[in-house]
């Protein structure tokens, strides 16, 4: 009687602790098994142009999307215009929905560019300078803005800064998908 009692109750642990790791959340910088990263949870709209991060206790809560990017940046640099077209292009880890990421997520990745299977995959080096675009390696483009302008994110330096999305061509970009 006791021994079929041990058995359950360590069954029911087992199939606990299982269902436990199946629901747990990615971490940060974690490869899938598609291939793709694991790289935040979207921010609101409301935080993305505040650069601030709503106050509930877990992303899911409230109410913000988990994304995911690709293992690498595109190849090249790109005005804003040409990074919009790979990204829509892209097709790869069996996904077809990658698209330029906001400005919340761009921030996140930011943030987050030295975690797990992130790191070392950014273009960051702050000591870089083009003579021809007057701009350091580093900058990536964000999909939102204006008609002709569109937000960027520093690697190196972490800033967020503006360019003209047509004449600047010298944007990175790293494609995301939720």
């Not at 609101?44 to 293992?71: I, K, N």
């Not at 007057?134 to 803005?145: D, F, K, N, R």
């Not at 190196?156 to 944007?171: I, L, N």
């Amino acid at each position: 009687m006791k021994t079929k009692a041990l058995l359950a109750a360590i069954f029911t642990l087992y199939a606990a602790s299982t269902a436990a790791d199946q629901l747990r959340p990615e971490q940060t910088g974690e490869t899938m098994p598609d291939g793709t990263v694991f790289a935040g949870y979207s921010p609101s709209a409301e935080a993305e142009e505040a650069f601030l991060w709503p106050e509930q206790d877990h992303p899911l809560e409230r109410g913000l999307q988990p994304f995911y990017a690709t293992a690498a940046d595109a190849p090249g640099a790109y005005n804003w215009f040409g990074a919009a077209q790979y990204c829509a292009d892209l097709q790869t880890a069996g996904h077809d929905n990658w698209r330029v990421p906001n400005l919340g997520e761009l921030r996140a990745l930011e943030i987050n560019k030295d975690k797990g299977a992130l790191a070392g995959t950014f273009n960051k080096d702050p000591d870089y300078f083009d003579k021809d675009t007057g701009l350091s390696q580093g900058w990536y483009w964000a999909s939102s803005g204006g008609d002709d302008w569109a937000h960027q994110v520093h690697f190196g330096r972490g800033p967020a800064g503006y360019a003209d999305k047509a004449e600047y061509d010298a944007g990175l970009v790293r494609c995301v998908r939720n």
